[in-house]
């Protein structure tokens, strides 16, 4: 079975500067997808980005970006020019063909201003 | 806009009782998904849904069962509340996608609290 190991229980970044954080995961499959996922103090969690594992660039959508090295089995994230909105849980999650999404315990972000 | 609605957000329960969790979504979505959520296990996956009337064992289904008699509709059910399912609940969907594709859409989760 597929694993998502997030190690950063909690992060803090100055507003305006790059934080990364950090995804590892464990499969067997050749085929999978890797996802980010926000969730705000209101509950509902906001997808981010994407990445495939045949995909040969990394993923970015606006400030975020996805270190995808495949060697590794890492997917971290990063957020470039921190703002205090991205103050959030942060999730990151995998599917893998014939089986569905399973999640990382998650890291905690507070921007400092 | 896209909408998962889930249709309490807090609710408070005695050990015993049997709980609905309801869960709706206007997209049309082949897919749903009941996942809970606690502190430091992230998000665990409880049952989903591929279609109406068919439902799968996620990881930890034990204690619940679900319901899909309609396509925007995902519910989940607590036979007998343990205070051990005091939680975070999220209902999810997604339309069909047979790869490793596929956003989830989420509602606000529901904050079940077993007393």
């Known amino acids: 079975a597929q694993k998502i190991t997030q190690t950063q229980p909690g992060m803090f970044v100055q507003e305006k500067e790059a934080v990364t954080l950090d995804c590892t995961y464990d499969?067997?499959?050749?085929?999978?997808?890797l996802f980010w996922y926000k969730q705000p103090s209101s509950g509902e969690m906001i997808f981010l980005i994407y990445?495939?594992?045949?995909?040969?660039q990394n993923a970015t959508e606006g400030r975020y970006s996805l270190n995808f090295q495949k060697a590794r089995k890492s997917a971290n994230l990063v957020i470039s020019a921190s703002q205090l909105g991205d103050s959030a849980m942060y999730f990151c999650?995998?599917?893998?063909?014939?089986?569905?999404?399973?999640f990382g315990a998650g890291t905690r972000l507070t921007v400092k201003p | 806009d896209v909408k998962v609605t889930q249709s309490s957000r807090y609710l408070v329960k005695r050990t015993g009782e049997k709980v609905f969790l309801e869960c709706v979504q206007d997209?049309?979505?082949?897919?749903m998904f009941w996942y809970r959520q606690d502190p430091g296990l992230g998000l665990r996956l409880i049952y989903f849904?591929?279609?109406?009337?068919?439902?799968e064992k996620g990881d930890i289904p034990e204690g619940y069962s679900v319901s899909r008699e309609k396509k925007e509709r995902f519910s989940l059910i607590l036979e007998s509340a343990s205070t051990n399912q005091t939680s975070m609940y999220l209902c999810?969907?997604?339309?069909?996608?047979?790869?490793?594709?596929?956003?989830?859409?989420f509602g606000e989760g529901s904050r079940l609290t077993v007393l």
């Open positions: 999810a969907s997604r339309m069909t996608s047979g790869g490793t594709t596929g956003e989830l859409f």
């Open positions: 990445q495939g594992s045949y995909d040969e």
């Open positions: 997209m049309d979505h082949e897919n």
């Open positions: 499969t067997s499959d050749q085929s999978y997808g």
């Open positions: 999650a995998m599917r893998v063909l014939g089986d569905d999404m399973r």
């Open positions: 849904s591929y279609d109406v009337k068919m439902k």
